[in-house]
C-alpha cells in the first residue's frame, strides 16, 4: 500500500531559526514528490516539485531533498519568519496510477 | 487566471440533516478531487474525477456520500444524512490532467468549505 510518512508532526521554533522537515514514501513507482503549503483556513498551495532524478531544489528560503534510494524527502526553512507558520503537506504521485498520496502534514509554528 | 472556486465556505447543520457543497475548477482542467481534511490531518481523497468519470472513489462513504461532475466542469458534493464525524473542510482541488497529459500533476486547491455538525 502507498503510504507517505511526515515528521515531526509539529514543531515550534524561534523567528530567525532554521529547520527541516522529513518525508518518507513507500509509493511505487515513483512519479514526482510535491511539497505544499497550508496556510491556516486556506487551501494548500505547491512550494516545490522534485522528479527521480533532481537531488536539490532550493525556492527561495526553502530548499528541498530527494533520496530516491532511501525514499526520503526533506524541507529545509532557512531564517523562518512568521509567515512561515502553516502546515507542510509531503505529496507523492505515482508513476502508474497518477493518484497522489498524501502525508498527514507537519504543523509548524514560528515565534517572535 | 481564476483560481479554484468553493461554496459555501462555512456550513452548520444539525446531525441527520444533509448538506451540498460546490466546486468550480480552474477553466481547462479535466482532473477534478474532493478531499475531506479532518482538524490537524492531512487532506483525504473522497473522489476523483477526469472530466465527467469517477476515476476513484473506494474512500467514499458512499451510503451518504455522493458526487457528481456534469458536462466534466462543475461538481457538487453532497452529505445526507450528515453525522457528528463529517465536521472537517472539504477541499476541491484540480489539475490539468492525468498521466502524460499531465507529467508534474501540480493541484490547485480551493479555500475549502468548512462543515460544522452539531
Known amino acids: 500500500k502507498n503510504q507517505v510518512e511526515q515528521s515531526p508532526q509539529s514543531l515550534i521554533i524561534l523567528e530567525g531559526k532554521n529547520c527541516t522537515l522529513q518525508?518518507?514514501?513507500?509509493?511505487?513507482?515513483?512519479?514526482?514528490l510535491r511539497w505544499y503549503k497550508q496556510d491556516t483556513g486556506r487551501g494548500p498551495v505547491s512550494l516545490t516539485i522534485?522528479?527521480?532524478?533532481?537531488n536539490t531544489k532550493s525556492n527561495g528560503r526553502y530548499t528541498a531533498t530527494l533520496d530516491a534510494d532511501t525514499k526520503q524527502s526533506s524541507l529545509h526553512i532557512t531564517a523562518s519568519q512568521l509567515s512561515d507558520s502553516a502546515s507542510y503537506i509531503c505529496?507523492?504521485?505515482?508513476?502508474?496510477?497518477?493518484?497522489?498520496?498524501f502525508g498527514r502534514g507537519t504543523s509548524l509554528i514560528v515565534h517572535p | 487566471e481564476a483560481g479554484v472556486a468553493q461554496s459555501p465556505r462555512y456550513k452548520i447543520i444539525e446531525k441527520r440533516q444533509s448538506v451540498a457543497f460546490w466546486c468550480n475548477p480552474i477553466?481547462?482542467?479535466?482532473?477534478l478531487y474532493w478531499y475531506q481534511q479532518i482538524l490537524g490531518q492531512g487532506p483525504k481523497l473522497l473522489i476523483q474525477?477526469?472530466?465527467?468519470?469517477?476515476?476513484?472513489d473506494s474512500q467514499l462513504p458512499k451510503d451518504r456520500f455522493s458526487a457528481e461532475r456534469l458536462k466534466g466542469v462543475d461538481s457538487t458534493l453532497k452529505i445526507q444524512p450528515a453525522k457528528l464525524e463529517d465536521s472537517a473542510v472539504y477541499l476541491c482541488?484540480?489539475?490539468?490532467?492525468?498521466?502524460?497529459?499531465?507529467?508534474?500533476?501540480?493541484?490547485?486547491f480551493g479555500e475549502g468549505s468548512r462543515l460544522t455538525v452539531l
Open positions: 482541488a484540480s489539475s490539468l490532467g492525468a498521466g502524460s497529459i499531465d507529467p508534474t500533476g501540480e493541484l490547485f
Open positions: 518525508c518518507n514514501y513507500t509509493v511505487s513507482p515513483f512519479s514526482n
Open positions: 522534485m522528479t527521480f532524478s533532481e
Open positions: 505529496v507523492v504521485r505515482s508513476g502508474g496510477s497518477y493518484i497522489p498520496t
Open positions: 477553466s481547462g482542467h479535466a482532473t
Open positions: 474525477f477526469q472530466n465527467n468519470g469517477v476515476v476513484d
